[in-house]
């Protein structure tokens, strides 16, 4: 079953509040990838965790904060964001991110729709 | 460098009408992969079709079939008698074997089908 779950599906906040996004994979992958996507544009990398520990960050603002707890749950906590936040957040696993390798296919979740004011 | 690009940013078509979405990569990799997604308006990428780079046989399933060719560095995505439910955006996306599993996006193709 190639499902990854995301939680909320939409979220509005505040730029003083804290929040975090929640993603979930039951699939046994032991990659998880944090991406945001604006509208009309493709998904941009965020954060790539392999085997648990954070392996890529792609000069994130620190405002971002992502979190694995263990191999099926991401989490990205979210703090003093700006209007321009607001995006669509998928969450995507694959099976593994080898070092120097490529090619797994990264199956995403239906995303968080967030709205920053 | 690695890029992809597909120059059609809008495509409308009616139901029933054959419809073929482009794609075209740039990649110094000797081995790399090739993927397309689909994204309805719900917002979730549904994974379509993985190709890597020493497999150029076409595929087909259902009413979907991909070309490629390396001579051309194409990765082409044909939809036959399309339906309204095809209505989505088409994203390619390429990832080489020097890039640590990283998903390189083309801008998407979004494809209305009209009834």
């Known amino acids: 079953d190639t499902e990854v779950t995301q939680t909320p599906k939409h979220l509005v906040m505040g730029m003083t509040n804290k929040k975090s996004l929640k993603c979930e994979q039951h699939m046994g992958h032991r990659a998880m990838y944090w991406y945001k996507q604006k509208a009309k544009k493709p998904p941009e990398l965020m954060f790539v965790y392999s085997y648990e520990k954070l392996s890529i960050n792609e000069s994130v603002p620190s405002r971002f904060s992502p979190e694995c707890p263990n191999s099926s749950l991401l989490n990205l906590h979210l703090h003093a964001l700006q209007p321009e936040d607001s995006a669509l957040y998928l969450c995507?696993?694959?099976?593994?991110?080898?070092?120097?390798?490529?090619?797994?296919?990264?199956?995403f979740g239906p995303g968080t729709r967030l709205l920053v004011l | 460098a690695q890029k992809v690009t597909q120059a059609q940013t809008e495509i409308s078509v009616v139901e029933k009408e054959d419809v073929t979405l482009d794609c075209v990569y740039e990649?110094?990799?000797?081995?790399?992969?090739l993927f397309w997604y689909k994204q309805p308006p719900s917002g979730e990428l549904v994974f379509l079709i993985r190709r890597n780079s020493f497999d150029e046989q076409n595929e087909i399933s259902g009413r979907y079939s991909w070309n490629f060719q390396k001579s051309t560095s194409s990765f082409n995505f044909t939809i036959t008698a399309s339906q309204v439910v095809d209505s989505a955006v088409y994203f390619c996306a390429l990832s080489g074997n020097n890039q640590g599993g990283k998903l390189i996006f083309g801008q998407g193709t979004e494809l209305s089908v009209k009834p």
């Open positions: 995507a696993s694959s099976q593994e991110r080898v070092a120097g390798g490529s090619g797994e296919t990264q199956y």
């Open positions: 990649t110094r990799d000797t081995t790399y992969y």
